[in-house]
């Protein structure tokens, strides 16, 4: 049985709750509202009990899969949350900060701003964003294995190709779903390393988009705009700073690396690097 699709919403002091149909996404009213005051622990748990109920499954949430969208105001209850959705089986659940998220969702639809609770907003812009960016970027790429195998059916050498390029494809996804909110990995090393690796690189990809590749999209990023690329000297300690990691940690950098699929211009003190993996 598949799992559910919902998102817990923590904005502003009131919590919502809202789950994917095949029409969009819809709100769960929870006594009668869409939106529901969250001043203390205890009227959270009381929409996460009243949500349960409703759900009415002898699985409890173990069939929900959940998003939980928060802002700072709502970091307080975090741990309450998780230990009340372990309480009913939730067991696949991710975070997700609003301010991030919310900012990635303007930029992508050219707006300028928003409002926390403006429900349009919030169904037609924001939540698209996180459903395609979390659980659609699998269906495209098998959507774009399926048109290249119409085109390449009767031909026995293009299908051998297709197969080298599926595998590709494969294992980029599960490179990706590697570095998610469940198992993700140190984001300072990220921001730390990846100049290493690539020229002018904050130029080309954003840290917040950094933050949601790698599942980090819990605490707000500040770097500073114009930022300055490092000079050669200080390439040269970066790159023995990085020798020292352990191995570990050095797979899991140079994993991330190779899920990026922007134009990033790799240095040449770190090809010979990359190009081993």
Not at 22 to 42: F, K, R
Not at 79 to 104: G, V
Not at 153 to 178: F, G, P, Y
Not at 203 to 228: C, D, F, H, M, W
Request: charged fraction near 25%; glycine fraction near 2%.
């Amino acid at each position: 049985m598949s799992k559910s699709l919902y998102s817990l919403l923590l904005i502003d002091k009131h919590t919502a709750i809202v789950k994917k149909t095949a029409q969009g996404w819809a709100y769960e009213a929870i006594s009668g509202e869409n939106w529901n005051p969250v001043l203390s622990e205890n009227e959270l748990i009381n929409v996460i009990t009243k949500f349960e109920r409703k759900i009415n499954s002898q699985y409890k949430l173990n069939k929900v899969q959940l998003t939980v969208v928060y802002d700072n105001n709502s970091t307080c209850y975090i741990n309450k949350l998780a230990e009340i959705l372990q309480e009913y089986n939730c067991e696949q659940w991710q975070l997700i900060n609003y301010s991030i998220i919310s900012k990635l969702a303007n930029a992508k639809n050219g707006y300028e701003c928003f409002s926390s609770l403006d429900k349009d907003w919030i169904l037609s812009v924001l939540l698209p964003v996180i459903d395609f960016r979390l659980y659609q970027e699998n269906d495209n790429i098998d959507e774009v294995s399926v048109n290249i195998e119409r085109k390449s059916e009767n031909k026995e050498s293009e299908k051998a190709l297709l197969t080298k390029v599926n595998d590709l494809q494969r294992q980029i996804v599960h490179l990706k779903q590697q570095v998610n909110i469940q198992h993700k990995i140190d984001f300072e090393q990220l921001l730390c390393f990846l100049p290493l690796f690539y020229k002018d690189v904050w130029t080309v990809v954003n840290p917040e988009q950094i933050a949601l590749l790698s599942g980090n999209l819990i605490t707000e990023i500040n770097i500073k705009s114009p930022y300055r690329e490092p000079d050669k000297s200080t390439v040269l300690l970066l790159k023995k700073q990085f020798l020292r990691l352990s191995q570990q940690q050095q797979r899991h950098i140079l994993d991330f690396c190779l899920t990026l699929e922007h134009p990033l211009e790799i240095r040449r003190e770190m090809q010979a690097i990359l190009e081993q993996e």
